[in-house]
């Protein structure tokens, strides 16, 4: 079984700046540096300029997770996660996303779109499924996940308007 979710936020900057920050290897690098203890990041742009796939690895404290999921790793909690970016299509990019991890049988896959948003600003919307592979807690540990890519997505969030600003 998995579990869907949604997430919308919102930026003041346009598509344009929006676009260009989240292909941008700098922000990423940034991004992911303070993040990334004991990790990598690695950024390419695989179908050209305007695009951008990001790669991060790291490890995770699991000493903050709940006693369900500390009772089910298989050693230290060491995550993994994949950002794409296409190039802009008049006013609209899209994107996808995958994560994992090789300490829970757990697998996160999403889709977003950047577009302006009514306020003049621009909308990134992330649309996706978190599965879970564990019997009888499966479950549980699927609704935590989805909390865990709600985190990640207002961090994001975060991020891009602080770097955004400073621009």
């Known amino acids: ?7 919308t936020t919102e930026f003041e900057h346009g598509v344009d700046a929006v676009h260009a920050a989240l292909t941008s ?9 303070a993040d990334a203890e ?21 490890r995770m404290d699991p000493a903050g997770l709940p006693a369900v999921v ?7 909690l060491e995550m993994n996660r994949a950002d794409e970016w296409s190039a802009l ?3 609209r ?5 995958t994560g994992g ?11 977003s779109e950047l577009r302006p948003s009514a306020s003049g600003g621009s909308v990134v919307e992330v649309t996706g499924e978190v599965a879970v592979k ?15 890519v709600e985190s990640i997505v207002n961090a994001d969030q975060k991020e891009l308007n602080d770097w955004l600003a400073a621009e």
């Open 134 to 148: 564990i019997p009888v807690v499966g479950g549980q540990v699927e609704g935590l996940v989805v909390q865990m």
């Open 38 to 58: 004991g990790g990598s990041i690695a950024v390419s742009a695989p179908d050209g300029p305007g695009t951008i796939r990001v790669e991060i690895s790291g």
């Open 70 to 76: 500390r009772g089910i790793l298989r050693g230290p």
């Open 101 to 111: 991890s090789s300490s829970l049988p757990v697998s996160i896959e999403g889709r």
């Open 89 to 91: 299509d008049g006013d």
């Open 25 to 33: 290897e700098e922000y990423w690098k940034s991004r992911v540096g």
């Open 93 to 97: 990019a899209q994107g996808a996303m």
């Open 1 to 7: 079984m998995s579990k869907a979710f949604t997430f």
